[in-house]
């Protein structure tokens, strides 16, 4: 992947730039053109969208294999993540159907969610009580009873995290191969088969994406600066200061981004492909920058029987 990745990052420097102007129809490109491409087509029925974060598209192949063995069948497409590939960037996003800047004071949090997410549809015709919003899915036994929609038959609009995925992958001690056999034990609980069933048997119409994907990657170093760095990642570094960042710059191998969508004060400084900012040699599985692996992820639709 190392040569791919070289031409996408050169590609993504270049072109990412001209994606968030593009329309979400007939298909969405971004994640934040998700909520609106859905709305569109579903205008009068109830719908469910589940992101699974951090899961790209290694992680679905398995998934997806797991599922069809099952009987379910899909319609897949795949949409590109807000960068920096980070959580309280890119979900955001989805939830809010809007660009990085529009929620510029919530950056480095997740907790408006379910305020973004209850706005973007009553501001598309759905009231506020018709629609719910959960999140930290996963973790436990399935239990349809602790699934919001199933208790209150007014929800018409669904929007939930299953996060397991991103807890596995930051675990993920042995790497790549670790966060996929701890996926296989996951999927063995089948938490997702009876959750999408269940959906169905409701009348969902139900769609599965992910805020961001991830990749392995060896420490190029790690950088001590204090309060000087506002956000450390493994994979981006963010920055209230162009200045502090180009300081930085100078320290370590990287690539400043172009700040796409991003607030002015927003200064995002990423790890090259297979590099993380952690120590020399240093293994971990993770996300935040701009590699084919964290930045196209799923966006998929699970078809009925009848489809």
């Given at each position: 992947?190392?040569?791919?990745?070289?031409?996408?990052?050169?590609?993504?420097?270049?072109?990412?730039?001209?994606?968030?102007?593009?329309?979400?129809?007939?298909?969405?490109?971004?994640?934040?053109?998700?909520?609106?491409?859905?709305?569109?087509?579903?205008?009068?029925?109830?719908?469910?969208?589940?992101?699974?974060?951090?899961?790209?598209?290694?992680?679905?192949?398995?998934?997806?294999?797991?599922?069809?063995?099952?009987?379910?069948?899909?319609?897949?497409?795949?949409?590109?993540?807000?960068?920096?590939?980070?959580?309280?960037?890119?979900?955001?996003?989805?939830?809010?159907?809007?660009?990085?800047?529009?929620?510029?004071?919530?950056?480095?949090?997740?907790?408006?969610?379910?305020?973004?997410?209850?706005?973007?549809?009553?501001?598309?015709?759905?009231?506020?009580?018709?629609?719910?919003?959960?999140?930290?899915?996963?973790?436990?036994?399935?239990?349809?009873?602790?699934?919001?929609?199933?208790?209150?038959?007014?929800?018409?609009?669904?929007?939930?995290?299953?996060?397991?995925?991103?807890?596995?992958?930051?675990?993920?001690?042995?790497?790549?191969?670790?966060?996929?056999?701890?996926?296989?034990?996951?999927?063995?609980?089948?938490?997702?088969?009876?959750?999408?069933?269940?959906?169905?048997?409701?009348?969902?119409?139900?769609?599965?994406?992910?805020?961001?994907?991830?990749?392995?990657?060896?420490?190029?170093?790690?950088?001590?600066?204090?309060?000087?760095?506002?956000?450390?990642?493994?994979?981006?570094?963010?920055?209230?200061?162009?200045?502090?960042?180009?300081?930085?710059k100078e320290k370590i191998e990287s690539i400043p981004w172009n700040n796409i969508g991003l607030p002015a004060d927003y200064n995002v400084l990423l790890a090259k492909y297979g590099q993380a900012f952690v120590n020399k040699g240093e293994q971990v599985v993770s996300h935040g920058g701009i590699s084919?692996?964290?930045?196209?992820?799923?966006?998929?639709?699970?078809?009925?029987?009848?489809?």
């Open positions: 992947m190392n040569g791919i990745n070289q031409y996408f990052e050169e590609w993504m420097l270049e072109k990412y730039k001209t994606l968030p102007s593009l329309p979400p129809y007939p298909l969405p490109k971004m994640v934040h053109h998700i909520p609106h491409f859905i709305s569109s087509k579903h205008n009068d029925e109830k719908v469910a969208l589940l992101v699974m974060d951090g899961m790209g598209f290694a992680q679905w192949k398995k998934i997806r294999q797991h599922l069809l063995e099952k009987g379910l069948s899909f319609e897949e497409n795949g949409v590109f993540a807000w960068v920096p590939t980070l959580t309280s960037v890119s979900r955001q996003a989805i939830f809010s159907g809007s660009m990085p800047s529009v929620f510029a004071n919530y950056l480095d949090t997740t907790r408006k969610e379910e305020k973004h997410w209850k706005n973007f549809w009553e501001n598309h015709g759905v009231v506020k009580q018709y629609v719910s919003f959960q999140k930290g899915l996963g973790k436990q036994t399935y239990d349809k009873s602790e699934i919001v929609p199933f208790n209150r038959p007014n929800i018409k609009v669904y929007g939930a995290v299953i996060d397991i995925i991103d807890k596995i992958m930051h675990g993920a001690i042995q790497g790549e191969k670790s966060l996929m056999s701890e996926l296989d034990l996951w999927l063995q609980t089948n938490y997702l088969f009876q959750l999408l069933c269940d959906l169905q048997r409701e009348n969902f119409t139900v769609y599965l994406t992910a805020d961001h994907g991830n990749t392995e990657s060896v420490g190029s170093g790690r950088l001590s600066e204090g309060v000087l760095v506002e956000q450390k990642g493994e994979r981006a570094r963010i920055y209230s200061d162009q200045l502090l960042l180009s300081a930085a084919i692996e964290e930045v196209i992820v799923p966006f998929v639709k699970v078809l009925s029987p009848k489809e």
